[in-house]
């Protein structure tokens, strides 16, 4: 017995419940948890089904594609532990709870190397015996540090590139590369204080929540399909330094969550929304 | 074109969900909207269907209890407004909280009457048209009393009766009367407080939360299903008067948030939990 | 026996607690409750001190004056029940909170009257005994309807205007009429979805929190001091109409907590930010 | 220029905070922060002062003694960071935010030593350089595994001892060694859930908020002053082990945050509550 994660994404129609729940049926595949959603904006279906059985993949995968309308994106997914490679600058908050989070299972996920433009973090990371990766940017133009970047990331083959606090912008062709693979922690409840130094903003604004968005990275700076956002209380005793110090638990919380919700297949990309099943 | 909502609620069985969704596919039944729930422990299946088109209840029903299983309750149900009775006794705000939103289209209920143990609250529901009755408690043994509460209750025949901070206990068979029909708001985040006076209880303790919590009512005093809960933070600086008055506002709002959910049609009850959909 | 409230708001310098707590024990005066607050930023001094004694204030403020440096800002505040007038348009579940808790002592407060730009809204406000004034602002320009505005409020003399849910935009010349004196409530967390139709902006985005913002009003639409903020959690399952409908408890409620703040005279303004004691 | 803080717990009188206030003015002592609160219910008074000066620590603290009234506590504390054990047994997500918080700086406190009646958290413990020592409680009776302990844990001298999910219940002997010195993470919001297995206790009662509770340890088992709660929301479709899953970021961070205010000296506890300045 195995269990696999069947994803629908495409045009409503009637009868596609029926449709593809009688394949899983007909293929004696037992659904253990479904979930869909139709949105009614855009007209579009979304279905995740987890299926526990044994497996034929190509005669069920021929007919739940005869079943679906055209325009959809299906995919079968096998339970195989994903693999991630973060990114970080100099903060540990957020990779330190990834790494203690992988370390005792709450989060199941292959860490495949941690790669730092500072070196900060590298004894952090070894500590878990995990390979650390210095891509300093210094002394280099853009295309040449993202190339080197890229080279590192991609021997590790990962499924998810985490952004967790790394501090520097990255080129379109970069995003591109990875197209909804890249997830980031911003430190404001996104879209208030888009752009640098969000405390520092939140604090001269004299706001009395300050927050954290979780997002999927595109070209648009700050403008990627946001998974996850929390905030917390804060008020006038609270200067910019202290809103920091007060937002990481938040940073970390909502970015280890997204990150949950990610790697159990959930979340589903539409144009710069998420649909999370 | 109608709208429907279809409850099951039976043992779980293999195929389920195709053969209730090609029923509806059938029948021409669009589904707007569809969620299901399987309880592992008791291995019993939930769902809940909103369907739109034109409906032959009878056919359809037919087909749908042939292909469910032994032990199944089923519920077609129309989109008639359900209507309540609301029994309180002195303090006012999770029954202003409930007129209000009847009074702008909030909450989708047809306010039927109050009843009251005080007259307090008479001047209040008047305001807004609804019959307020005085059912005196005083100078009456607990039967009697009930007796002249279910006779005012009866003539209204309501789906559901809100008990919106009624402070009088009710027998067993009061209660069974209206099986999963009464909702109760309890000032405390059950199973904490049970009981009198729990703010004073909480002030006691030194508790750093407060919350409220929304639940059917069955013989077991606060022991019932429980449908909502929430909390509010509090510090030293809170008596226990100051507790209950930052709690109404948690209270009303577990109420209606409840209410809301029973009246859609999205809770199940199951032994002493709730199943919401 | 009386109880008053000083109010102090100066330059720091050292000793300014000695200072001022002594002169308030030489008069007899007992402190109830006592917060302070220095900002270092900008190094000014705030403080609330609520006494309880036999007052005479001429006396007593010569000896708090004197003991002060330049620059202070000084009250003296009796006991008296705040009077507002509230401004609204066409929702009701701003007002009907004020309203109803007003109505049963929640919020300890003397409603003058509520002037409305339509007339949706009087006949809940006359429900509660409270004159209701239309002031269309069909068919004037902006300065004949401030003007008219105007009017209606200043007969009441209150003590703040509250803007519960009011959908026009008011002139400088109307703001500076009652500096810090305006309270609104915006239907985003600020500075998110300045502007028009926030629920519409944060669907857009795809958001998964809402919230709602209490602030003072000046000249900057929507730049004011922030009282409170709050937010609740939504999903891709909420369309625009129902991030409203589910905002609505949020907004009612960060309007009745920072109005109960502003009545206890607990709010300082200092530029654009607020420090609560 | 030192900073130190001095607190004060004492019953109230007229004029405390003058004398306190005059007193530091008189010894040129700059006050940084100051809040007092004075319990009703009781008629004590609470105040923390942080000063920033040059100390004469004895003629100062000859002033204060003078100015308080019988029956008072007082004491000044240097800001030399804290000591703490920890104590655990299998569970590593208490302890790890703890190491991390303490690693990048966030908590300021030195850890001496972690002590566990398992060795599965030995290895954790050691990537961060703090020794680890293994106090098996088997084949012991109670009372010689508590001797064991205590040597353990004295030859550190610590200011406090963190209960970072330590599953054994500790004799009143060993409490009272250590009077508000033992702080412990109960993962239920307290009073509901005490005893064994709160997330079962939870799970059958069908709850929709789980939480947590920091509290000082006491001989009443569960019973302690509460310094920090907690709570998340849940729904049917978590069952007892993806409660705990998801109350372990709750744990943490309460733990932590409680900590955090104990060792910044803000935590003063009254009988069985705290009062947090």
Redesign the interface.
Same mark, same amino acid.
């Given at each position: 017995m195995e269990r696999k994660i069947l994803l629908n994404d495409c045009p409503d129609e009637?009868?596609l419940?029926?449709k593809i729940?009688?394949i899983?049926?007909k293929h004696?595949l037992?659904?253990?948890?479904?979930?869909?959603?139709?949105?009614?904006?855009t007209g579009r279906f979304f279905m995740r089904t987890e299926l526990e059985g044994i497996f034929c993949d190509e005669p069920f995968l021929t007919d739940i594609d005869q079943a679906l309308p055209k325009g959809s994106r299906r995919q079968l997914i096998d339970s195989k532990r994903k693999r991630i490679v973060i990114l970080v600058t100099k903060?540990?908050?957020c990779l330190?709870?990834i790494l203690?989070k992988a370390?005792?299972g709450?989060l199941d996920v292959d860490i495949q190397a941690v790669i730092g433009n500072h070196d900060n973090l590298c004894a952090?990371t070894e500590?878990?015996c995990i390979p650390f990766h210095l891509v300093s940017h210094e002394a280099k133009d853009r295309d040449t540090h993202e190339q080197e970047l890229i080279a590192a990331i991609d021997r590790y083959q990962p499924d998810y590139i985490v952004l967790a606090k790394y501090m520097r912008i990255l080129t379109p062709d970069f995003v591109a590369r990875y197209p909804h693979r890249i997830i980031n922690i911003h430190h404001s409840?996104?879209?208030?204080?888009i752009g640098a130094r969000p405390y520092h903003q939140a604090y001269s604004? &004299?706001? =009395?929540?300050i927050?954290a968005t979780a997002h999927f990275v595109t070209n648009d700076l700050d403008e990627g399909?946001?998974?996850?956002?929390?905030?917390i209380h804060v008020?006038?005793?609270f200067?910019a330094e202290e809103m920091a110090?007060a937002g990481?638990?938040v940073e970390k919380?909502v970015l280890?969550?997204a990150l949950h919700q990610i790697l159990e297949d959930r979340v589903f990309v539409q &144009?710069? =929304?998420?649909?999370?099943l």
């Amino acid at each position: 017995m195995e269990r696999k994660i069947l994803l629908n994404d495409c045009p409503d129609e009637k009868g596609l419940i029926a449709k593809i729940t009688n394949i899983c049926y007909k293929h004696q595949l037992n659904i253990i948890q479904n979930n869909e959603y139709v949105d009614n904006e855009t007209g579009r279906f979304f279905m995740r089904t987890e299926l526990e059985g044994i497996f034929c993949d190509e005669p069920f995968l021929t007919d739940i594609d005869q079943a679906l309308p055209k325009g959809s994106r299906r995919q079968l997914i096998d339970s195989k532990r994903k693999r991630i490679v973060i990114l970080v600058t100099k903060e540990s908050h957020c990779l330190g709870d990834i790494l203690m989070k992988a370390f005792d299972g709450s989060l199941d996920v292959d860490i495949q190397a941690v790669i730092g433009n500072h070196d900060n973090l590298c004894a952090l990371t070894e500590k878990f015996c995990i390979p650390f990766h210095l891509v300093s940017h210094e002394a280099k133009d853009r295309d040449t540090h993202e190339q080197e970047l890229i080279a590192a990331i991609d021997r590790y083959q990962p499924d998810y590139i985490v952004l967790a606090k790394y501090m520097r912008i990255l080129t379109p062709d970069f995003v591109a590369r990875y197209p909804h693979r890249i997830i980031n922690i911003h430190h404001s409840f996104l879209p208030a204080f888009i752009g640098a130094r969000p405390y520092h903003q939140a604090y001269s604004r &004299g706001v =009395k929540i300050i927050g954290a968005t979780a997002h999927f990275v595109t070209n648009d700076l700050d403008e990627g399909p946001i998974v996850g956002q929390n905030v917390i209380h804060v008020d006038h005793t609270f200067n910019a330094e202290e809103m920091a110090r007060a937002g990481r638990d938040v940073e970390k919380s909502v970015l280890s969550q997204a990150l949950h919700q990610i790697l159990e297949d959930r979340v589903f990309v539409q &144009g710069n =929304k998420t649909v999370i099943l």
